[in-house]
């Protein structure tokens, strides 16, 4: 069983449209995370959220809006597309606050491609 | 802020060479260390971690040690295998940053046969 899941893996899309990315994960965990890796592989946190509520908002364009159903979901939706948004965003999950104690376990990435 | 810095890459090293990858932090408070490994295509898997000064994390002939006096954690394998080639990331975390992880720039790691 995956424990992180993100659909979907691709996504290839025009300028300006508006996207939505899954993530769903089945380890009992009551944080989430949205990260975003560049093409340069540099990785930076966007979101988290611990038992649906928002904890960390990076300086993130409000074009990104995450949205947390429960606490094994978190999606990333994204408006108005822009050529610069396209990368590899990466959901992570840990149980409470990350530590060396509590592991954030990543999903496998959903590369975006704008056109 | 936080922040974590990589020796740049990309590396190359033939099968069985020694590796070290650099990794120097600075924080505010007492962080714990982590690194990361990215597989081709995957997302990252924690392959060690250390919590305080002077320990040692190690996983699959990894290992790196959280040095506070020279704020590094150096990734060190004795021989690489070609299946070790991935990106590598260092990355901390402080209880006053609340959940985040801070990464470095990671490092692309080949090893040819």
């Known amino acids: 069983d995956t424990a992180v899941s993100q659909t979907p893996k691709y996504l290839v899309t025009q300028m300006g449209n508006d996207k939505s990315i899954k993530c769903e994960q089945n380890?009992?965990?009551?944080?989430m995370y949205w990260y975003k890796q560049d093409s340069k592989k540099f990785l930076k946190i966007m979101f988290s959220?611990?038992?649906?509520?928002?904890?960390i908002n990076e300086t993130v364009p409000n074009r990104f809006s995450p949205k947390s159903p429960d606490k094994a979901h978190l999606n990333l939706h994204i408006n108005s597309l822009e050529l610069g948004d396209s990368a590899v965003y990466f959901c992570?999950?840990?149980?409470?606050?990350?530590?060396?104690?509590?592991?954030?376990?990543f999903g496998p990435g959903t590369r975006l491609t704008v056109l | 802020g936080d922040s974590v810095t990589q020796m740049e890459g990309p590396v190359t090293l033939s099968e069985e060479a020694f590796l070290t990858i650099n990794c120097t932090y600075t924080?505010?408070?007492?962080?714990?260390l982590f690194w990361y490994v990215q597989y081709p295509g995957e997302g990252l898997q924690l392959l060690l971690k250390?919590?305080?000064?002077?320990d040692k994390g190690s996983n699959k002939g990894f290992e790196a040690t959280y040095r506070k006096e020279t704020t590094s954690f150096h990734l060190e394998k004795g021989s690489v295998q070609v299946s070790d080639s991935a990106v590598y990331f260092c990355?901390?975390?402080?209880?006053?940053?609340?959940?985040?992880?801070?990464f470095g720039e990671g490092t692309q790691l080949t090893v040819n046969p």
């Open positions: 380890l009992g965990h009551d944080t």
């Open positions: 992570a999950s840990s149980q409470g606050e990350t530590s060396a104690y509590n592991e954030q376990f």
């Open positions: 990355a901390l975390t402080e209880k006053t940053s609340g959940s985040r992880l801070t």
């Open positions: 924080a505010t408070g007492y962080p714990s």
């Open positions: 250390a919590t305080k000064a002077d």
């Open positions: 959220y611990n038992n649906k509520e928002l904890i």
